[in-house]
């Protein structure tokens, strides 16, 4: 199914779910992940009027920043080796994936400009899951005044893969409270506004719990790899 099509359904979806907790469409920013796809696929994306896209493997931002630039604004979302910072960081529109001191050291060493990051939460606690504990992570954001070339422009979580609506609400409302939190602190450093949270299972879900960023891979670009 072509790009276009799928993309309108997700618009519909995402109408729906915003008339159930009175948002505007508007306030929900559709990252289309990339991953699994080529760079005609990723550009079919572009055409259809995506203008974020999502990586988060190294050779595939690199690939695919080469072939389309500065048409898209590009997100990366996976987990980012330290050593990999200075290929990307004056690329990438906004990180999702910070976690870790080490990582935001070489951001300021690395970046020419101030990067708007999501601070990556593991909220479910699962060990195969990278983030920050949720215990920590107010702390951890404290401790990011330091670094100068860093905003906190919010969080991110990457929700357990299963069916259970309540469980996975839980999840998505532990992030929105910290933000919340975070946010309402006014640190000059983490204005923290956003949510990156809900994929193509649970963007809905996702969305009624006040994401404002969804990252959307097999349901509006497919997979083919």
């Not at 572009?46 to 080469?66: S, T, V």
């Not at 001191?101 to 300021?108: D, G, N, R, V, Y």
């Amino acid at each position: 199914m072509s790009v276009e099509r799928n993309l309108a359904d997700i618009q519909q979806n995402i109408r729906q779910a915003c008339e159930s907790c009175d948002r505007s469409p508007e306030d929900i920013s559709i990252i289309a992940v990339t991953k699994y796809v080529s760079i005609e696929r990723a550009k079919e994306a572009l055409e259809a009027g995506i203008k974020d896209l999502g990586e988060n493997r190294m050779k595939g931002f690199l690939d695919k920043f080469e072939a389309i630039g500065g048409d898209a604004d590009w997100h990366f979302i996976g987990s980012l080796q330290s050593r990999k910072v200075k290929d990307i960081i004056d690329h990438i529109h906004m990180l999702h994936s910070l976690d870790r001191k080490s990582l935001a050291k070489e951001i300021q060493k690395r970046a020419s400009k101030k990067i708007e990051c999501f601070v990556q939460v593991n909220v479910s606690g699962e060990e195969s899951k990278h983030g920050v504990a949720l215990d920590d992570a107010e702390a951890f954001i404290e401790a990011l005044e330091a670094y100068d070339r860093i905003e906190v422009a919010g969080l991110m979580t990457m929700a357990p893969h299963i069916d259970d609506e309540e469980e996975l609400r839980g999840v998505f409302r532990k992030l929105r409270a910290l933000r919340d939190k975070v946010r309402d602190r006014s640190l000059p450093h983490a204005p923290c506004k956003y949510l990156s949270m809900g994929m193509s299972n649970d963007y809905v879900i996702a969305i009624e719990e006040g994401a404002t960023h969804i990252r959307i891979g097999t349901a509006l670009v497919g997979q083919e790899s």
